[in-house]
């Protein structure tokens, strides 16, 4: 099976690196540093750095009315395809790191992700519903093939027929078709692949080193043919970079045999918005100030937004354009959508120890 990346290991998302906002002292990229050749200083970025953490939870409780689920799970922290348009990035600082350069080369792994869950979810407290992977990273980014969690976790949610709902850009998740079959016979899991281009040119200067989009077409594709319920996510639009191509990118993830897609506007809440402006300067220095106010007239006026109902969509005259291309696409390649709901009367948590159901299974 697939799981092929951008296969030259390509630049970092950003060379940039930010201060900390929490912390009183920082450390600072050196001017020797920033003086380089962008090639050089990209180089000297090329190396991950995977940090084991001990979490302390795993669930988490999502209270937005934007979003269509209330549990999400993280067995990682940061993200190796470093795209610079992220909302997950601002977190990193909270784990004491950069949002900018850090974010994408220092992956924080919860080695006990499946201890403290199967904890959680043995509570008497617990109420199940299903638990999106993940939030605020890639389930599926590169470090996975070393680490497993997530295939640990798909398998712990097996056993315990549990719900689970999957969203990622990485071909990495075709390895774990096995369990993600048998989950859907119980009806037990969706997948949601996210497709930011209809082309792999405009991929490349958005996320160069995550999965090509050939290859997330065939992996909605590979999952469809297994009967596997797949969302295209098209997230973000930005305007004046890849809104022009959503009419295909909608075409192309209904003709891979997805079901149901939607999409978000960019959104640069906090330190996303130095990170986006240097990547605009170094992509884009021609389109960078009408990028902007494209996301800008998006916004009231803003290049962030945290308003419930409005933060994801957006308003005004480029958002309106950016609705209407949408929904026709939507209307003529998926006419007949909707969005099976996952079984929870399942759930059977087994008692015991984690480390011998792993050994067994």
Not at 111 to 132: C, D, F, G, H, T
């Amino acid at each position: 099976m697939s799981t092929d990346q951008n296969q030259s290991k390509p630049s970092r998302g950003t060379s940039l690196h930010l201060t900390n906002r929490f912390h009183k002292t920082n450390t600072v990229a050196s001017p020797e540093m920033n003086q380089l050749p962008a090639e050089d200083r990209q180089a000297d970025l090329s190396k991950t750095q995977t940090i084991e953490v001990k979490a302390k939870s795993m669930i988490n409780k999502v209270s937005s009315p934007d979003l269509f689920m209330e549990y999400s799970l993280n067995p990682y922290q940061g993200c190796e395809h470093g795209c610079v348009y992220c909302y997950a990035r601002p977190t990193h600082n909270y784990w004491g790191y950069s949002a900018a350069d850090d974010f994408e080369n220092k992956i924080l792994v919860k080695a006990n992700a499946v201890e403290v869950l199967s904890r959680e979810l043995k509570s008497r407290k617990y109420q199940v519903k299903p638990i999106m992977l993940s939030g605020n990273t890639d389930c599926y980014q590169p470090v996975e093939k070393k680490y497993r969690l997530t295939r640990q976790i798909l398998e712990l949610m097996l056993a315990w027929r549990h719900p689970v709902m999957i969203i990622t850009k990485n071909a990495l998740i075709q390895r774990d078709l096995d369990l993600l079959s048998e989950l859907n016979n119980l009806r037990l899991v969706q997948v949601a692949i996210s497709v930011t281009a209809a082309h792999d040119r405009t991929r490349r200067v958005m996320e160069p080193r995550a999965s090509t989009i050939a290859s997330r077409f065939r992996t909605i594709r590979l999952l469809a043919e297994k009967g596997i319920p797949v969302h295209g996510m098209l997230a973000p639009i930005i305007p004046g970079v890849n809104d022009m191509e959503i009419f295909d990118m909608v075409q192309q993830v209904a003709e891979a045999g997805a079901q149901t897609a939607s999409y978000q506007i960019v959104r640069l809440n906090g330190d996303l918005q130095p990170i986006f402006g240097h990547w605009l300067d170094e992509q884009f220095p021609d389109r960078k100030e009408r990028i902007l106010n494209g996301i800008r007239s998006s916004h009231g006026g803003e290049l962030g937004d945290s308003r419930f109902g409005m933060r994801m969509k957006g308003e005004g005259n480029i958002a309106d354009i950016i609705r209407q291309q949408f929904k026709l696409a939507h209307t003529r390649f998926m006419p007949k959508t909707e969005r099976q709901s996952l079984r929870t009367d399942l759930f059977r948590p087994i008692r015991g120890n984690m480390r011998e159901l792993w050994e067994l299974s």
